[in-house]
């Protein structure tokens, strides 16, 4: 059984796919070689694999980058509302105000400066994992034809294809820009208190989250559709040609089927494997950036809390409606890569439901 | 997608502009007129795209073209060489059909930067009896050939198998 397997492992190019997917995974299982990984999800233990992540290395430097810019920002406005208050108190000729410009000013920079790398880090983040899904996707199909669900790969491959290709589009086109001009719009719309471009910035952020959503669900729905009725008819096929098989070939028939289950059994193993592989890198892509993201997320939420007492309240909406736009971010990238994980997991278990039959 | 980024662009500029000007007037007698005219101002920078849309009649789908953007696959240079070696291949068959001649193979060479031709190599069955009618002279193969694909004499050589 072991070598039926490590012969099947190489005939399917999953060797190949092995070594491709390593620069994937480089960041977040370490110089871990895949193929350690692989031999541990063939027999069963998945959560050995996640002993190999560095969790607490990652949390602890993001959080660190994060208080960096949260205690520089507090600087920065601790100065300059002292300073605002005593000059606006001694009544001279309006210097409060220019004060309060050039302390607004500053913390843009600082806001920007934070926010536009992030931006870059998620989109190409997003980016890789379409590019890994292409590569995946292949090997997927190869292996789910192998063990006879024929039915399964003609009805989903053009969903799960057409989808990745929609997405890149519609990501790098549509979300890339609103979400731009969003953060942009709220960041100007603070600076003056008359005029409130605030509602431009809402809009376009729901409109983002609209469409996210309805996407997920579309692909979700058509999915679990398919696989309700795609694995009946694979497995009933694949009962009736066994049957066949052994009942009219007169001496060999019987054997002939009973090996022909063990290879589909083995390929089936296979299959399984590579999609929690598949799902495995996927989480270990979005790990950093989501982490990156949420401590971000939180460090504004908290300045808004520590600066209300002594800051302009000008300045504490600046900081809540920034963090929602990160919020927006985490969200973008949640639902891209859940897509893909339910889009692989659906895929897996229809094709495991057809063999059930046997 | 390009209105709306100039739509914003224009919005953003006229904010900071009005923000200078407030600055500049502060404690005037007229304070109070100029803030009207600005606000105005705003106004007319938000609807203008509006304002565009009423006045025309027909409307132009530009807003909808975006740009395609493909996730590459991670190796395409392979496909993309073999589909020309084929296509050439098809392209000098068909010259050569009506002369009754037999392409075997095809075989690009590109020099070490790869940018430049260096050989192209076709190779032609041989023919069994050389009739005086059905023999095809090489520079007339090569003629045929260099008109078809646009190159030098040079770098064709044809060899007979």
Known sequence: ?358 | MENLNNWCESLIISVILVLLIELLVENNKNKKYIQVITGIFIMFVTLNPFIELLNNNDFDTDFLKFEKVSAKPYEENELFENVYIDYTLERIKNVLDSYNLNVLDLDFKLDESKENLEKIEVIIKKDMAKESEDFVSEEKVKNLIKEELDITEDVLVITYE
């Open chain 1, 1 to 358: 059984m072991e070598d039926l397997l490590i012969n099947q492992k190489e005939i399917l190019g999953i060797n190949d796919f092995l070594d491709e997917a390593k620069q994937f995974s480089k960041d977040a299982f370490g110089s871990n070689n895949l193929d350690s990984l692989y031999e541990n999800i063939i027999n069963g233990d998945i959560l050995k694999c996640f002993e190999t992540i560095d969790f607490k290395g990652i949390i602890f430097s993001q959080i660190s980058e994060a208080i960096k810019l949260i205690v520089l920002m507090l600087e920065v406005i601790i100065i300059c509302s002292v300073l605002k208050n005593i000059l606006d108190s001694l009544k001279v000729s309006n210097a409060g105000k220019n004060v309060y410009f050039v302390q607004y000013f500053v913390l843009v920079i600082l806001i920007v400066n934070a926010f536009v790398p992030i931006l870059k880090f998620t989109v190409e983040a997003i980016n890789r994992i379409i590019s890994f899904m292409n590569m995946l996707i292949p090997l997927l199909i190869t292996l789910i034809l192998s063990t006879g669900n024929i039915v399964t790969t003609s009805m989903m491959e053009p969903v799960l294809v057409i989808s990745m290709n929609f997405i890149a589009n519609f990501i790098n086109s549509f979300v890339v820009p609103f979400c731009l001009i969003s953060f942009v719009i709220s960041v100007i719309s603070n600076l003056l208190g008359k005029i409130k471009l605030e509602k431009i910035s809402k809009i376009l952020r729901n409109v983002i989250v609209w469409t996210l959503g309805i996407l997920l669900t579309v692909f979700t729905a058509l999915l679990s559709l398919e696989s309700n009725i795609t694995s009946s008819v694979d497995g009933l096929a694949g009962k009736t040609t066994k049957a066949a098989v052994s009942g009219f070939i007169p001496v060999v028939g019987k054997i002939m089927g009973d090996s022909v289950d063990a290879v589909i059994g083995s390929v089936n193993i296979l299959k399984n494997s590579v999609g929690v592989i598949g799902t495995l890198i996927i989480f270990a892509i979005t790990l950093s950036p989501s982490i990156k993201i949420i401590c971000y997320w939180f460090s504004f939420k908290i300045l808004a809390a520590l600066s209300e007492p002594c800051a302009d309240s000008a300045i504490v909406n600046l900081f809540e409606v920034i963090s929602e736009n990160y919020k927006i971010l985490l969200g973008i990238l949640f639902s891209v890569t859940i897509m893909f994980i339910i889009g692989i997991t659906i895929v897996l278990k229809t094709t495991n439901m057809s063999l059930m039959y046997r």
